[in-house]
């Protein structure tokens, strides 16, 4: 049935069953609706729709059994205090909704699955807003259980004005077939200010296509906070042959902040059966994509940025990364799934740091863009490859540290890493054997038999550095220094000796030699220092205890410790003492 007539309603009806409810059928209630008081509206069986207006400073639940729509505005001519639905089928938003809750729950919607079309606007006055579909359906036509799609130039929009924004969609199991997404944004504007924060997660793990399954497809979305934190996390389809967490496929997509920390969080699906293919970033022209800040919504940006996926494809042409605070690019665990490509990437707003995995990567990351930053640069991989014609600067006074835990490829030449002021670079690698170095000259001796994680970047000693983990066959000589005291005197020496190597050749243009008896640390030789004894042979002392005058040689003993490989030890005591 149709109802069109006015109402005003208070409260929550005759035995809580609704100030307004449709016991059966599918009704459409078309008259404006008034809200005397906080009230309920409820449903015990079929699809509703409400299309008149619905105003009044109060708030408003609505329970449905079947579909609900909402396709008359609400809150426009006075603001209801807050609307919250529990729909167990679909929600769908074909009107405006402008609520005038401060602070608190503004709006929360629940169901199986919400659809907001173009140009609908949901709003608050700083209220938190809340989409949430959990277990949506899986069939065999396309699903999406929460589907906000606008148009060009008539998006859809969410604007918690200060509030808290929470989108949240799991997939259920059921029937494979179609093309599906978690969560679908297209031509959707996505904004709060001040501190509130803005958290998507799209979670299609469940769903059983095994064709495309996707955590999220966006084209023509803005997502914007002021210096509240950003969060998106997406993971794909655990039975899809190309499950992805987000997909921009030739879109535009900007995820912009004045100061809060942005994380795009792409994972892969847990009990993977299909085929994980990971984030997928294809901008429909340079800088189409853009983090941080994009020069007219947001000026400028000093947000972190982190970027973290089990796999990722920057393709084609370039995501702009504008901001300030620093760049981080790396796993949701310890390590990528596959190699890394940083190519299609632009970086503006002077960076404060770029880092690219973690110390315990083990996928290869090659370097195909230019990257220049304020601050340091730190690149984790197996294999790290420098494209051609590319390089890295790092800020004044900052470090570029490069950790291959196999090889360094330097394909651009004696100019790939760029430093100033007190900043140095250091480069970490298995072996001077299997790399590349390219004419990059550290000017300075290696440092063998140690990685990054047995000698961390603030051990190293200092200038541009090459560290390899394999050992340079190098012998090690401790030997006694003299040593001259006036009778009666404290005799001490613990410190009377020198160590020193046999030396290890240089590489032109990569690494100095290392000249035969030029000193070397205990610490480079022992992983674990030895005992070191000293002793003057021959010396007696007096009746008062003291060494007797004369001139005795210093012998050395060592016991204990450990000897990284590489290295043999050998003594000589020809040190002198003299009294």
Do not use: H
Request: proline share 2%.
């Amino acid at each position: 049935i149709t109802v069109a007539e006015p109402i005003t309603i208070n409260g929550s009806g005759v035995s809580s069953d609704g100030a307004i409810y449709f016991l059966s059928g599918n009704n459409t209630y078309s008259g404006a609706i008034t809200l005397g008081s906080s009230s309920t509206i409820t449903s015990d069986a079929g699809n509703q729709t409400i299309s008149g207006t619905i105003n009044g400073a109060y708030t408003l639940n609505i329970t449905t059994v079947g579909d609900l729509t909402l396709s008359g505005n609400i809150g426009s001519n006075t603001n209801i205090s807050s609307l919250v639905t529990s729909v167990s089928t679909t929600l769908t938003l074909s009107a405006d909704i402008t609520t005038s809750a401060s602070s608190g729950t503004a709006i929360d919607f629940s169901a199986k699955k919400i659809a907001q079309g173009a140009g609908v606007d949901i709003s608050s006055s700083g209220g938190n807003i809340t989409y949430t579909v959990a277990s949506g359906a899986s069939t065999s036509s396309n699903d999406y259980p929460i589907n906000i799609t606008g148009s060009s130039g008539n998006n859809a929009t969410i604007n918690a004005g200060g509030g808290n924004i929470v989108i949240s969609s799991t997939s259920a199991t059921g029937t494979s077939g179609g093309s599906d997404r978690a969560i679908s944004l297209n031509y959707a504007d996505i904004t709060t200010s001040g501190s509130g924060t803005i958290d998507i997660t799209g979670d299609a793990t469940l769903n059983p296509n095994t064709g495309n399954a996707w955590g999220i497809q966006t084209t023509g979305v803005k997502i914007q906070s002021g210096s509240g934190d950003i969060t998106l996390t997406f993971t794909g389809g655990k039975s899809s042959g190309n499950s992805r967490g987000l997909a921009v496929d030739y879109g535009t997509f900007k995820v912009l902040s004045t100061s809060g920390t942005i994380s795009l969080i792409d994972t892969s699906p847990s009990g993977l059966t299909g085929n994980y293919n990971g984030l997928y970033l294809r901008p429909n022209a340079n800088d189409a994509i853009r983090f941080g800040a994009d020069g007219s919504n947001v000026l400028s940006s000093s947000s972190n940025i982190v970027i973290s996926a089990d796999k990722l494809d920057f393709v084609n042409s370039n995501n702009k990364f504008d901001t300030s605070g620093t760049i981080t690019i790396n796993s949701p665990d310890g390590s990528f799934d596959a190699a890394v490509v940083i190519d299609a990437v632009a970086l503006a707003g002077s960076p404060t740091g770029f880092t690219v995995g973690k110390s315990t990567n083990t996928s290869d990351v090659t370097l195909g863009t230019t990257l220049s930053v304020a601050g340091p640069i730190n690149i984790y991989g197996d294999d790290i490859i420098i494209n051609s014609s590319q390089t890295l600067t790092a800020g004044t006074n900052s470090n570029i540290v490069l950790s291959a835990a196999s090889n360094f490829i330097n394909n651009s030449g004696a100019s790939a890493l760029n430093v100033s002021g007190t900043g140095r670079w250091i480069v970490y690698a298995a072996d001077n054997d299997n790399s590349t170095f390219g004419s990059l000259n550290s000017a300075n001796t290696p440092i063998w038999s140690s990685t990054y994680s047995s000698l961390a970047p603030a051990s190293v000693s200092s200038g541009n550095r090459y560290v390899f983990a394999e050992s340079a066959t190098q012998s090690v000589t401790f030997t006694t220094t003299d040593e001259t005291i006036t009778y009666g005197d404290s005799l001490d020496l613990t410190d009377n000796y020198s160590l020193t190597t046999s030396g290890v050749a240089g590489l032109a243009n990569v690494y100095s030699a290392t000249n035969s008896g030029a000193s070397i640390a205990l610490g480079t030789v022992y992983s674990s220092n030895p005992t070191i004894t000293i002793s003057a042979t021959g010396a007696s002392n007096s009746s008062s205890g003291n060494t007797e005058a004369g001139s005795y040689t210093l012998a050395i003993s060592l016991s204990g410790g450990s000897v990284n490989s590489g290295y043999t030890v050998s003594t000589s005591g020809t040190g002198t003492l003299t009294v």
